[in-house]
C-alpha cells in the first residue's frame, strides 16, 4: 500500500507563490505516475501536473504551464508543486494522487490514479 499526505495549502494574494508538498510512504516502489489534480467548489476534479515516478518526465495542464512546477525529492519520496503567479481561478481543494498500475506518458485524467491523498486548500483573492 502506498500513503500519501498533502501540506502546504493556505489563503494567499493573486501574484504570490506557493509551495504544496506530498510525503509519499509505504510500498513506494510501486508508484508509476504521481499528480497533482483540483477541484473547485461545483466543478469536476481536474488534472494539474503529473510527474513520472521512474523517469522524472512531467506534463502540465495548459492553465498552469509556465505558472507551476511539479518536482520530487528522492531522498525523501516528496513531492511539490510550486505554484507562481497564482489567479483567484486556481483557488481550489488540491490533491496529490499516484497511479500504482500503469505509467502515464501524457497528463492523466483523475479516474487514472487509484491512491489519493485527503486534499490540502488553496485559496486565492484578488
Known amino acids: 500500500q502506498v500513503q500519501l499526505v498533502e501540506s502546504g495549502g493556505r489563503s494567499v494574494q493573486a501574484g504570490e507563490s506557493l509551495r504544496l508538498s506530498c510525503a509519499a510512504s509505504?510500498?513506494?516502489?510501486?508508484?508509476?505516475?504521481v499528480g497533482w489534480f483540483r477541484q473547485a467548489p461545483g466543478k469536476e476534479r481536474e488534472s494539474v501536473a503529473a510527474?513520472?515516478?521512474?523517469?522524472?518526465?512531467?506534463n502540465y495542464a495548459d492553465s498552469v504551464k509556465g505558472r507551476f512546477t511539479i518536482s520530487r525529492d528522492h531522498a525523501k519520496n516528496t513531492i511539490y508543486l510550486q505554484m507562481n503567479s497564482l489567479k483567484p481561478e486556481d483557488t481550489a481543494d488540491y490533491y496529490c494522487?499516484?497511479?500504482?498500475?500503469?505509467?502515464?506518458?501524457?497528463?492523466?485524467?483523475?479516474?487514472?490514479?487509484?491512491?489519493w491523498g485527503k486534499g490540502t486548500l488553496v485559496t486565492v483573492s484578488s
Open positions: 510527474l513520472r515516478w521512474r523517469l522524472g518526465s512531467t
Open positions: 509505504g510500498r513506494t516502489f510501486l508508484i508509476y505516475t
Open positions: 494522487a499516484a497511479s500504482t498500475d500503469r505509467d502515464y506518458l501524457n497528463l492523466p485524467s483523475y479516474d487514472k490514479m487509484d491512491v
